[in-house]
């Protein structure tokens, strides 16, 4: 399991943001948490889901990369790398050759 429950609380608590303040901006967005699982992903016991994370570095004002820079499975991305990957997680040709390789 990747730690990014610690990350998360840091980034949080750095931006002066309460859990509160942040499940609110989620449902703002269409995101709907509880206070127990927004609790578990900043104790490691879950992790969000990437969308989330991605809508959490939004909110926290933070880059990505942030989120899992203390993790084993961090690798920095350039600008350009982050842009492809952005640009082809939209693109609906990719998501299904996606969900065909999930079923594989």
């Known amino acids: 399991m990747i730690n990014i ?3 998360l609380k840091e980034i949080r608590v750095n931006n002066k943001l309460s859990i509160n303040t942040v499940i609110n901006k989620l449902r703002e967005l269409n995101i709907y948490v509880t206070r127990k699982t927004f609790y578990r992903w900043e104790c490691d016991t879950t992790v969000p889901d990437l969308e989330t994370i991605k809508v959490l570095s939004f909110i926290y004002n933070t880059n990505l990369n942030e989120f899992y820079e203390d993790t084993k499975y961090f690798k920095a991305l350039t600008e350009n790398e982050f ?10 040709d990719f ?3 996606v969900k065909l390789l999930n079923k594989i």
């Open 5 to 7: 429950g610690k990350k």
């Open 83 to 92: 842009r492809f990957i952005n640009l082809f997680r939209e693109n609906n």
């Open 95 to 97: 998501k299904k050759i």
